[in-house]
């Protein structure tokens, strides 16, 4: 099943949980808590995405929403402000669609089990498994992209942790570890402590294996194949999608639109896009705008995990009286708002290097 013929499971899970609070990572804004509300939130919120930048995001949206029944509330547009920037939008509709349901189904408490935990918009079977380990004790296994990697290396486990065949290894050697961890063993201290150690000693690239609790049994650095462990999936060249945006400016106010529900930036706010130039300019004629007057701006580009996006900015300042009015799904935003609205990260970074100056000078003048 795995290469590492003399691994030292007993101790697996006690070396992790006392090098966990030895030399883990503590003072997290979500650690010391058995909430499980705000345990969940920063498991959506780190899927993905970097602990330094969830602090921030994690306290602004617990100030606004520092409930279950504060989230379920609200409506999916509130929520988005305080998401943007963070990416992978469909975290933020299924967050907010979980929190409804917590409160329809479970009274406002989260279940305790990982196979009720689960049945919740936007949980995993890892991500459930965090949430019943810290806030309610349960010796569930987590096994995320940092964990696997630790597995890998320290059992022997090849072939691409993706496929499912591979998954099943993980899982299962995973469910041993803890069924032969002894019984008081701190879930919370272990489940971090396998976080922590897959994000800041089992590196992608050069592991810090002298300062590892596992080194003494670890098949990589036994054996020196840390760097070829876990093994990695073939590489796709991503695609490289071209798009036009259309910066509409009337009366010190910018015309943006409301993406679609589903797919990239879902629910977020937006310029108006279109494949080519000749379609933006189609737009624009339908409207009644001089296109010709619009100015090509420097252009830039936002990478997917599967495609990168080359965004080709032009900038229309309208004078006229005669524009027909923008249809359901736009809205005139005032420049000086832009900077509080729910916009994806790099139509936010264009909109605040064309307009930060003049918001910057409105503030001064007063
Ligand atoms: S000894 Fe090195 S390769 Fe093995 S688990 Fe620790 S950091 Fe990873």
């Not at 899970?13 to 006392?18: G, V």
């Not at 705000?38 to 899927?47: G, H, P, T």
């Not at 036994?222 to 798009?243: A, E, F, N, Y």
Request: hydrophobic share 40%; glycine share 6%.
């Amino acid at each position: 099943m795995f290469k590492n013929t003399a691994p030292d499971l007993a101790n697996f899970a006690s070396s992790i949980a006392s090098w966990q609070r030895r030399a883990g990572r503590h003072g997290l804004p979500w650690q010391d808590s058995t909430d499980a509300y705000r345990i969940w939130l920063s498991e959506i919120m780190l899927q993905q995405t970097q602990v330094a930048t969830v602090v921030q995001y994690y306290e602004r949206f617990l100030e606004r929403f520092p409930t279950v029944e504060a989230l379920a509330a609200a409506g999916q547009d509130e929520v988005m402000p305080y998401w943007a920037g963070l990416g992978y939008y469909a975290r933020a509709r299924n967050l907010h669609r979980c929190a409804q349901q917590v409160c329809e189904h479970w009274k406002g408490r989260f279940p305790e089990s990982v196979d009720d935990l689960v049945q919740l918009p936007g949980i995993g079977r890892s991500t459930a498994s965090a949430i019943a380990a810290f806030a309610y004790g349960k010796r569930s296994p987590i096994m995320d992209g940092n964990v696997k990697r630790v597995f890998a290396r320290y059992f022997g486990i090849e072939g691409d942790p993706s496929l499912r065949a591979n998954e099943k290894i993980f899982w299962q050697t995973a469910e041993t570890a803890l069924d032969i961890a002894p019984p008081e063993l701190d879930m919370t201290a272990y489940t971090q402590g396998l976080m922590d150690l897959g994000a800041t000693i089992c590196t992608r690239s050069r592991p810090a294996c002298t300062r590892c609790p596992l080194a003494s049994g670890c098949y990589a650095y036994q054996t020196g194949s840390q760097d070829r462990l876990p093994t990695r999936r073939p590489r796709k060249t991503p695609d490289q999608r071209p798009c036009v945006m259309l910066i509409l400016e009337r009366e010190g106010k910018i015309l943006l639109e409301k993406r679609p529900s589903t797919g990239i930036w879902g629910g977020l706010l937006s310029l108006p896009q279109y494949d080519d130039i000749e379609a933006m300019e189609s737009a624009c004629l339908n409207w009644g705008l001089d296109v010709s007057q619009a100015q090509k701006m420097a252009g830039l580009s936002h990478a997917f995990s599967h495609f990168t996006l080359h965004i080709e900015p032009w900038l229309l300042q309208d004078a006229s009286t005669k524009v027909a009015e923008p249809s359901v799904g736009h809205i005139w935003m005032p420049r000086q708002e832009l900077s509080q609205a729910a916009l994806p990260a790099p139509v936010s970074k264009l909109l605040m290097g064309l307009y930060q100056p003049a918001i910057f000078e409105l503030a001064e003048n007063g």
